[in-house]
């Protein structure tokens, strides 16, 4: 199985409400990733989970809270979002890392998250 | 903040031309790689040089690296309408399991 996994595939909510995304991956990689994708831009990474610990977090704003509750998963819990926060959120995953070396991400379809 | 600057930042071509695009990057880097994205859908990758490789190739994609230079290039020969898509070279530092993107370059091939 090399696919990483996505959902829901669309999602809109409020400004008060609280979703979670999920992301999956069965590839045996110990590396996960969230990102997030303008209109029109490239993708800008938010997250990176290894070996299930948090290993960078780029400075993105506490209400947007991700979680990795075991190799295969992560989930992206989300709060009091603003209208700015819609955008494609997108999950990959690659091998864990090797001295010098950075393998490929491979990425799931991504979450179309609109704010209201 | 991007990492890498790609251009053009559109290109349309016929079926059967080649299709060439250009990344430049700011940092020394582990490695580069090139993506492909169809309209609004997940990212895929294509190929990948590290930083010791100046030239390789993968079917109908060719890619170079200049790391005096900063920049790398993908061509598609023969390019076909399912290469319609964008395309983002992502660089890789020494630092952790990062990729940075540079801004991309969406290609449209007319039938």
Not at chain 1, 92 to 99: E, G, K, L, M, V
Not at chain 2, 70 to 99: E, H, M, P, Q, W
Request: glycine content about 6%; some cysteine.
């Amino acid at each position: 199985d090399t696919e990483v996994t996505q959902t829901p595939k669309h999602l809109v909510m409020g400004m008060t409400n609280k979703k979670s995304l999920k992301c999956e991956q069965h590839m045996g990689h110990r590396a996960m990733y969230w990102y997030k994708q303008k209109a029109k831009k490239p993708p800008e990474l938010m997250f990176v989970y290894s070996y299930e610990k948090l290993s960078i977090n780029e400075s993105v704003p506490s209400r947007f809270s991700p979680e990795c509750p075991n190799s295969s998963l992560l989930n992206l819990h989300l709060h009091a979002l603003q209208p700015e926060d819609s955008a494609l959120y997108l999950c990959a995953s690659s091998q864990d890392r090797i001295a010098g070396n950075y393998n490929e991400q491979f990425f799931g379809p991504g979450t179309r998250l609109t704010v209201l | 903040s991007q990492q890498g600057e790609e251009d053009p930042q559109a290109l349309s071509i016929q079926e059967g031309e080649n299709a060439t695009m250009n990344c430049s990057y700011k940092t020394s880097i582990n490695n580069l790689q090139w993506y492909r994205q169809n309209s609004g859908r997940g990212l895929v990758h294509l190929i990948l040089i590290r930083s010791n490789e100046r030239e390789k190739h993968s079917g109908r994609l060719r890619v170079t690296l200049d790391t005096s230079k900063k920049s790398s290039s993908l061509l598609i020969t023969a390019s076909r309408a399912a290469d319609t898509a964008s395309y983002f070279c992502a660089t890789a530092v020494a630092a952790g399991n990062k990729l940075t993107f540079g801004g991309g370059t969406r290609v449209l091939v007319k039938p």
